[in-house]
T-cell receptor
């Protein structure tokens, strides 16, 4: 079956512009996660959705970052007034159950590589 | 907060065995995951441990000691395709995962 998909795969933008990154989770997966991965760094958690609500948005680095999820499916991560330090690979993952269910793995998408010039 | 440590890089030879260690400090430990990530690709799930002991899955095994805050991933009969980054991730309570920085494994002929 189809896995997690993300678009675009690559995005180059100028400093100060806004960008939108899209994630299509696996059908039926209720949990959705956004991570950021910079060169030489681990996966940095950004935000978690259960259905359309975000019980944990503690990882968003600043108020320039926001995310929404509609219809319990597609999610968009928006970065306003991009800065060079925002350059990274943004990964989305989905899971059939919330984190309270032990041992449930997350299925990752291929990521969006964002470059801010 | 949580602290997860793994070696940055390791090298090994095709056919050999390699052990990748992960140490963590967290309160309310509730499970440890290992993921594999090939360059430019998405991480894929390898194993999950929540109780002490060894979980074996083919050529890959994962071990956990909760009292020591320690886990390892054991890869046997190494193949060239095993060259990848291996990510250790810990869950505290019912929260989301915290990932280590990953261990880049290079398998040479």
């Amino acid at each position: 079956g189809a896995g997690v998909s993300q678009s675009p795969s690559n995005k180059v933008t100028e400093k100060g512009k806004d960008v939108e990154l899209r994630c299509d989770p696996i059908s039926g997966h209720t949990a959705l996660y956004w991570y950021r991965q910079s060169l030489g760094q681990g996966l940095e958690f950004l935000i978690y959705f259960q259905g359309n609500s975000a019980p944990d948005k503690s990882g968003l680095p600043s108020d320039r970052f926001s995310a929404e999820r509609t219809g319990g499916s597609v999610s968009t991560l928006t970065i306003q007034r991009t800065q060079q330090e925002d350059s990274a690979v943004y990964l989305c993952a989905s899971s059939p159950h919330p984190p309270v269910v032990a041992g449930v793995e997350q299925f990752f998408g291929p990521g969006t590589r964002l470059t801010v010039l | 907060g949580q602290n997860i440590d793994q070696p940055t890089e390791m090298t090994a030879t095709e056919g050999a065995i390699v052990q990748i260690n992960c140490t963590y400090q967290t309160s309310g430990f509730n499970g440890l995951f290992w993921y594999q990530q090939h360059a430019g690709e998405a991480p894929t799930f390898l194993s999950y441990n929540v109780l002490d002991g060894l979980e074996e899955k083919g050529r890959f095994s994962s071990f956990l000691s909760r009292s020591k805050g320690y886990s390892y991933l054991l890869l046997k009969e190494l193949q060239m395709k095993d060259s990848a980054s291996y990510l250790c991730a810990v869950r505290a309570g019912y929260s989301t995962l915290t990932f280590g920085k990953g261990t880049m494994l290079l398998v040479s002929p």
